[in-house]
């Protein structure tokens, strides 16, 4: 689990995230929803801790990363897997090198063992093996995806985080991505923060939902809240187009 | 001047990360040969037509415009020598290497940035200074004095191709040159030079890049201002090292 408490962050005088407090639950699918512009992407990188947070608490099971020394937020590092928003596969490499790289940097498998378990971890993601050689170039946005997603599960991660998994996939794609990590989260147990203003995977996936907006935290829930719920900023955001209103009316009437 | 300083600082910071101890020695390691291969060997064909090219053209110059029956002999050759040795093989070399190193650099680091595989690195707890740029830096660094030793040889060939085939300068006189008053220390103090400068390029380069920040367009200035800069660092360089090393 983390835990998040009262996080403050500023670019240049100017203040993007305003006291966020919240909890992220082991095995659920954790996300942080809301408009464009509105913070969720730094909100994650402070978690993480790519963005130094001004004050606060960000406790990864009780273990302070703002407090924590460099070494040990190095060692903090192994537990946790990040899918980037533009899926950032090296693209130097090939695809099964792509996850092979952080298995060569820290694990102390033989070889045998760590080309294994990279093919393992393509197939999870339904990757064939004639995919592997090729070079992220060569392979659509979707595949690129499903790669990043294998190498960011290759060390096991207990933590996982993904910045809009969706952004640029069709909505088919798209539903097979939301799947896949939905799967992974539950089968291993992981604390999964994902990013997304894509209504059809908070309808779909949204275990426990933070919503963003200008930098505040406005509303918390589960996917089954969201047509319960009367909080203003919610209803603006989520029954911003007429499919949903339309979804909201047929709902409420029965 | 405060951005200077500034941006110093920054580049300090940098190059400590950069020489930090790596996570995975090997894995660091590894990456050597690779930039060697890229940044040295792929400038080969650049330097050997350019250390041709000046070589055969400044004999020419030399001849054509010394016409003077006092100059003894020797005249062309040893300058020919002492301009490649001081100056061409490392410094002008250099400047070459910035525009087409220097750029190859910046704009691979900046699109890695740019792309976000740089922050990717830095979440597998990756220090991606290190495992970027060190490589980078020591590949070339390693790699330049083969550049140096062939854009003299080279060079000299060249002269030696106009003494040959034309009937400028005879081979004879041209050799005599050559040899007159040869003072081995210039090759060392040219290799010396070039280390430093390979240094420069690489991680003038390669601060540039790393920090590039927004689009496209932060990738393409990054490598104008690698150019740019580790040009002018160059020549600064040139100054003090000249004088620390040959007065
Ligand atoms: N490194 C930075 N320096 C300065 N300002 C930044 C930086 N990163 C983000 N911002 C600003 O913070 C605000 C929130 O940006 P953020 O990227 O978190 O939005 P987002 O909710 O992820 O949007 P999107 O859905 O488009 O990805 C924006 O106004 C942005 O300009
Ligand atoms: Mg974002």
Redesign the pocket.
Known sequence: MIEVLDINKS??G?K?LHDISANFYDGKVNQ?I????????????CVIGL?IAEDGQILYDGRDILNMRKDEIKKLRREVGMLF?GSALFDSLTVIENVLFPLEMFSSMTKIEKEKRAIFCLERVNLLEDKHKLYPSEISGGMQKRVAIARAIALNPKYLFC??PN?GLDPVTSLVIDKLIKEITQEYDITTIV?T?DMNSIMETGDHIIL?RD?HKTWEGSKDDIFKSDNESLQDFVFASQLFKTIKTVHNNN | MRKFLQEFGRYSMLMGRVFARPENRKMVWKQVPVEMVKLGTDSIILVAIISIFMGVIMTMQVVLNTENPLLPRYTTGLMLRDTYLLEFSSTIMCLLLAGKVGSNIASELGSMRVSEQIDALEIMGINSANYLIFPKIMGLVLFMPVLVTLCTGLGLLGGMGVAKFTSLITVDNFVYGLQYAFIPFYFTYSVIKSIFFGFVIASISSFYGYYA?GGAIAVGQASTNAVVKSSIMMLLMDIVLTDIMLT
Request: aromatic letters at 4%.
């Open positions: 670019f240049e100017k993007i942080i809301g408009p464009s512009g509105s913070g969720k992407t730094v909100l994650m990188k963005h928003q910045d809009e952004s990013n203003h963003i930098g | 920040n």
